[in-house]
C-alpha cells in the first residue's frame, strides 16, 4: 500500500471516527473501532500499531535501491536486444552468410538448369532435323546426345530445386531470427519502461517520506475554522468557508493552507482505500486577493496565505463541486495549516478541521449551480484591533471581512460556476492525511 494512500485512509477514518485518528492500521477495517486504550495488536504485530503498513526509512531507500538495480539491468537487456537486432543486419553474421551463400548457390543453380533447358532443347532439334538419308551412325548419335541433354538437364533441375529449398530455409532462419530479436527489443522496452515507473514510484516515495518527516512539528500557531452547508446534491456546487488565524503571539512568514475533501464510507462495510479513492468532489477556492477560482490539484495542493501578524486571519472561500455520478452518502471537507518562518522555525497546525455534510441525490436538470447563502458561511472571528490589511501580507494583502454573498460581489466569474462539474477526483492525497503523516512522524527517529 503506498504512503499517501495510508494516510488519505487515515484521514477517512479520523473525520469518520475521530477516536482512531491516531490509531493503528488495523483500526481502519473495523466499522466501529474500540478507543484507543483497549485495541490490541493482531496476532504477529507489535505495539507499533501500522509498522507492517507504514514502511520505514530504510526499507524504503531499499527499495530504491533496487528498483535502480532493476531499471540498470533492464538498460543493459534493451541495449543487448538492440545490439542483437543490428548484429543481424551485418554481413558477418552466421546467419547472414547461409543466406548469403545460399542465394548465390541458387542463382548458379538456375543458371545451369536454364543451361541444360537450352542443351535439351538443341539436341532434340537436331534429332528432329536429321535428313532422309542420315546414317545409322547419325541416328545413334543424335538420338544419345538427346538423352544425355535429358540427364544433366534433370539433374540441373534437382540441383536448383535443393538450392531454392536451401535458400528458403536460411532466408526463413534470417527471417525468424530478425523477428524474434525484434520481439525481445520490444520485450525489453517494456521491462525498462516498468522498471524506470517502479523507481520513479520508489524514489517518490522515498521523497515524500523525507519530506513528511522534516524538523517540523505540531504547533498551536494556527487556528482553523471550516464550515459549509450540510447537503449538496450530486451535481451541484456549494461554497464553504476556510478561516485561518494566527493565533500565537508573534507573526507567521510564510503560512500555506492545505484542504481536500472526499466522499466517505457509509459505515456499513469495512473501510475500502481503493474506494475512498475514488474521488468525486473537485476543491477549489478563491479569496480577496485571488478572485478567480482555483482549482486543488496534486501539483498545487496548497494556498499560499502568506505572512499573518500575530490575531491576523486570512478568509478563503473553497467552492466544492460534486460530480453528478457520485453516491448519495456521507462526505467531508478537511483543511489545516503550516507555517514557516524566516528565522528557520516552522511548524504544524494542530488544529485539525472539517466539515461533514451529506452528498443527496442529482436533482436532475437544473439552473447553474449558485453559491451557498450567507447564512451557511462561518461565524467571522474578530479582527485585531488595527485596522487596514496588516493582519495579512500576501499579493497586496487579504481580507479579514468574513465570506460572505455571491461571486459576484467578490468580482469572481460567474461562469467558472460550472467548471470541474465532470471531474472524477482531486489531489491523491488529502490535506489532513499530510497533517496525520507528520503528525506520526513528528519527534520519531528515522
Known sequence: MKIRRILATAVAAAVTTPVVFLSAAPAFADTKPSPASTQKPAQGEDDKGDKDDMPTLEELKAAVALAQKEYDEAVVGLAE???????????????????????KAAAAAATAKTAADEALAKAEKALAELPADATEEQKAAATTAVAEAKK?????????????????????????????????????????KAAAETLTEAKEELEFFEEIGGECTED?????????????????????TLRVTNTSDRSLDAVEAYTD??????GKEPLDEDGFFKRYITVEWSSADVLEWTKITEEFDSIEVGTLVKGGHYDVKLRLTVDPEAPVGPGVAWAYGEFENNDGTCGIGEDFGHANFDITAAKGDKPEPKPTPSGTTATPTPAPTHGGNNNTT?????????????????????????????????????????VVARRRKAGASV
Not at 536448383?160 to 532466408?171: N, P, R, V
Not at 498551536?220 to 464553504?240: N, Q, R, W, Y
Open 81 to 103: 536486444a538492440k545490439a542483437a537486432v543490428d548484429a543481424l543486419s551485418k554481413p558477418d553474421h552466421v546467419l547472414v552468410v547461409a543466406a548469403a551463400d545460399a542465394t
Open 152 to 192: 544433366t538437364a534433370g539433374e540441373a533441375d534437382a540441383a536448383k530445386t535443393a538450392a531454392d529449398a536451401l535458400l528458403g530455409k536460411a532466408s526463413k532462419e534470417l527471417l525468424d531470427a530478425n523477428q524474434a530479436a525484434s520481439k525481445v527489443v520490444g520485450l525489453a522496452e517494456k521491462v525498462k
Open 220 to 240: 498551536e500557531a494556527l487556528g482553523i475554522e471550516l464550515s459549509g452547508p450540510k447537503t449538496v446534491a450530486a451535481g451541484d456546487s456549494a461554497v464553504f
Open 261 to 266: 475533501a472526499g466522499v466517505l464510507p457509509d
Open 394 to 434: 500576501q499579493q497586496g494583502g487579504s481580507s479579514n471581512t468574513p465570506v460572505r454573498g455571491t461571486l459576484a460581489a467578490t468580482g469572481a466569474n460567474e461562469n467558472l460556476t460550472g467548471l470541474g462539474l465532470a471531474a472524477a477526483a482531486t489531489v491523491a492525497l488529502g490535506a489532513g492525511a499530510m
